[in-house]
């Protein structure tokens, strides 16, 4: 199979476009409920999952690689989800708060991750680039939610 058909390349963008909608759609109608522990530690446990993509050689990259994606999405991409995000105490129960700037920080992420994807495809395969994005999007999530659940917990604390 040829991985340089356009077809294909239009068809990624199209669904990362409709996924990068539906997570600023998400996460304002998260606003509104109450938020639970569970509900900060599912996200980064199933997208644990896509590790399974690995078993595929043709998304093998080279260590280096994959650290510095890694090392990218913690260092750099998550510092501003961490910021943007706080939790509020409502009599009993806990929602989380995004700053109005959230959703500019997930637009400018997503158009980073855009440009920063034709670059990187001209030096590897579109698999090795969705796994270098993976590990690039998991370095992101996993600080963000273990803010969240510190957070969370110290709030939780606090009404005891």
């Not at 996924?19 to 446990?45: D, E, F, Q, S, Y």
């Not at 994005?133 to 803010?147: C, D, K, N, S």
Request: aromatic residues 10%.
């Amino acid at each position: 199979m040829q991985w340089t058909n356009p077809m294909l390349q239009l068809g990624a963008i199209s669904i990362s476009v409709l996924m990068g909608i539906c997570l600023i759609i998400i996460r304002i109608r998260a606003g509104n409920r109450p938020t639970t522990l569970k509900k900060i530690v599912i996200p980064p446990l199933g997208m644990s999952t896509g590790f399974i993509m690995f078993a595929l050689p043709m998304t093998h990259i080279p260590w280096l690689w994959g650290v510095s994606a890694f090392g990218t999405g913690l260092l750099l991409f998550a510092f501003p989800l961490i910021v943007t995000t706080r939790l509020e105490k409502v009599e009993a129960v806990i929602f989380v708060r995004r700053s109005k700037a959230f959703i500019a920080i997930i637009i400018i992420m997503f158009l980073l991750r855009w440009m920063l994807h034709g670059v990187v495809e001209q030096h590897m395969t579109i698999p090795q680039t969705g796994a270098i994005f993976y590990l690039l999007a998991l370095g992101m999530i996993i600080p963000w939610r273990m803010a969240m659940v510190s957070d969370y917990l110290r709030l939780k604390k606090m009404a005891a």
